[in-house]
């Protein structure tokens, strides 16, 4: 079976300053990793994927995260905090999809991001 | 591109009665994924339909059911719903079932009372 730890289910950083959220998983196979971001009474946006390759992945709105496989971690980070950043962020492990059907997505349990003027 | 719709978005439900909440996929998506959101347990998996068949289900008792019809869009029923089933409930889309490709919905709230 697969999960997903984030720690840390609160960060506060001040405007301009770098995010940093932890996400760690375990799985038995080569995972898909995932990081969602959702805002207030909305659905979940994909910030970034990896699933081979290039272990920096960038994403939208600035972020990236980096898959290391000897820590069994995907943390994602942003060099400069924008207001617009506060949010819930969801790390997410997968299977790759098989024949018999897509492998779902498990989630984190979340860490919301406020950002300090 | 119209993205993924659900509807209703807030719907008030009493404990006992049963609810259908509705999913239309981006057009061209084969696969709807249905997830539950509660602060207490997260983010859980509950099926996930391609071409009208069930291929993934999860760990949810059989009051929880779903269908998907020749267009690809998708419904999920609760039954005899229970104040527990207060949730955001949220569909993705894909072409074919990867979670690369998958675009979520707006959610559905569910309040039981």
């Known amino acids: 079976a697969q999960s997903v730890t984030q720690l840390g289910s609160h960060v506060s950083v001040s405007e301009g300053a770098l995010v940093l959220l932890r996400c760690n998983y375990s799985?038995?196979?080569?995972?898909?990793l995932f990081w969602y971001v959702q805002y207030p009474n909305q659905g979940l946006q994909l910030l970034l994927k990896?699933?081979?390759?290039?272990?920096l992945v960038k994403g939208i709105n600035g972020f990236e995260a980096e898959f290391k496989k000897s820590e069994t971690s995907f943390h994602l980070t942003k060099p400069s905090a924008h207001m617009s950043d506060a949010a819930e962020y969801f790390c997410a492990v997968s299977l790759a999809p098989s024949n018999f059907g897509n492998e779902k997505l498990t989630f984190g349990t979340g860490t919301r991001l406020t950002i300090i003027p | 591109k119209a993205g993924v719709t659900q509807t209703p978005r807030y719907l008030i439900k009493t404990r006992g009665q049963q609810v259908t909440l509705s999913c239309s996929p981006i057009s061209g998506h084969r696969s709807v994924s249905w997830y539950q959101q509660t602060p207490g347990q997260g983010l859980q998996f509950l099926f996930e339909y391609f071409s009208e068949t069930q291929r993934n289900k999860g760990n949810f008792p059989g009051r929880f059911s779903g269908r998907q019809f020749s267009n690809s869009r998708s419904e999920m029923n609760v039954s005899t719903l229970e104040l527990g089933d207060s949730a955001l409930y949220l569909c993705?889309?894909?072409?074919?079932?990867?979670?690369?490709?998958?675009?979520f919905g707006q959610g559905t709230r569910l309040t039981v009372v």
């Open positions: 993705a889309s894909s072409p074919w079932g990867g979670n690369t490709e998958a675009f």
């Open positions: 799985s038995s196979v080569p995972p898909y």
């Open positions: 990896y699933t081979t390759g290039a272990t």
